[in-house]
C-alpha cells in the first residue's frame, strides 16, 4: 500500500520521527535508524566544546532527513538565528522552530513561534513548529508558511503520554497541513493512538534513547507507528453503550 | 590579537588572520562547523578570506544531539 507523508516536496515512507538526544552512546544512533525505518532525525545546534571531539553527524545516515530544531530559543529572531546557522551547515533547509520560556514544563511560546515561522518561511526553509496545541496558533502557523505542525503529547521527555489528546483531534480535523505529534509520547501504544487519531507522523525521542534496549523500542514503535497509521486508514468502527452481538443472534440449535 | 570565541575572551597568535587560520588550530580538530564572525554568518568557501581583528566575536557551532 502506498502511503507516503509528502513534507517539503519530500515523500516520506515512514511515519515515525526520531531525535537523536539522550543516547547512552552515539554509536547507537546508525542501528536506532534501521531498527526505526525513520528517515527524518532532529538534532541540536551548539557552540563547539574544543575539548571533546564526537561528531553527530557521522552518526546520522547521508540517506536521513535532517531537522535541526531550534532549542536553546526565547524569542523568534534567536530562532531564526539558530535555523540560519543550522542552513549553513549545507546539511538542507528543514527546521524544527522550538521556541521555550518556560524551564519547567518547556512549553513552547505560540506567538513567538507563529513570528519564527513566518520569518523562515518566507526564507524559504521547510518550517516544522513545535507547538501547544492550540487551534489558533496552529492556524496562524499554516497561515505563516508551515510545512506542518507539531503539537506536543505532554511535556517533553516526560513519557506521559497524549494528555493533550481531545486538542490534537480538533487540531487534526481543523487544520489542513499535516499534523505531527511531537513530545511526550512514552509509549508503542500511545503512538499508535496518536495515529489511529490521523496525525501524519509522531516524532519521538526519550522513548526510545532511554529504554533499556533502544534497538527493541525503535523497532516496536516502528510496528505501532504503521499499526495505528493503517487503523486510521482503515477507518475505526463505532464506539456504541451497549453491546451489539458479533454472533448470529439465533438460539445455539436454532 | 584579542577574540572573543564562543563568548570566551583569549589572546590568540598574529598568524591566526582568517576564520580557516583560527579553525585549523588543533583544539576545533577540522569538525563539521558552522561560524558567525560579528553576528554574521561566514559562508565555508570564504573562511579563507574571512579575515579577523582584535575584539571580534566569534562563534564555532556545530550539531549536537537533540530532540
Known sequence: MSDPLIIGGRSLTSRLFIGTGKYSRNTLIPEVVEASGSQVITVALRRVDPGSNDNIISHIPSSMTLLPNTSGARTAEEAVRIARLANASGMGNWVKIEVINDQKYLLPDNAETIRATEILASEGFVVLPYMSPDLSAALRMKEAGAAAVMPLGSPIGTNRGLRTRELLRILIAEVDLPVIVDAGIGRPSEAAEAMELGAAAVLLNTAIATAHNPLLMASAFRDAVAAGRKAYLAGLGPVEETASASSPLTGFLG | ?67
Open chain 2, 1 to 67: 590579537m584579542n577574540l572573543i570565541v564562543n563568548g570566551k575572551a583569549e589572546i590568540y597568535q598574529e598568524d591566526c588572520r582568517t576564520v580557516a587560520d583560527l579553525l585549523n588550530l588543533p583544539a576545533w580538530n577540522r569538525r563539521l562547523v558552522i561560524v558567525e564572525l560579528n553576528g554574521e554568518i561566514v559562508a565555508r568557501e570564504d573562511y579563507t578570506t574571512a579575515l579577523l581583528g582584535d575584539g571580534d566575536r566569534i562563534e564555532v557551532v556545530h550539531f549536537v544531539g537533540g530532540g
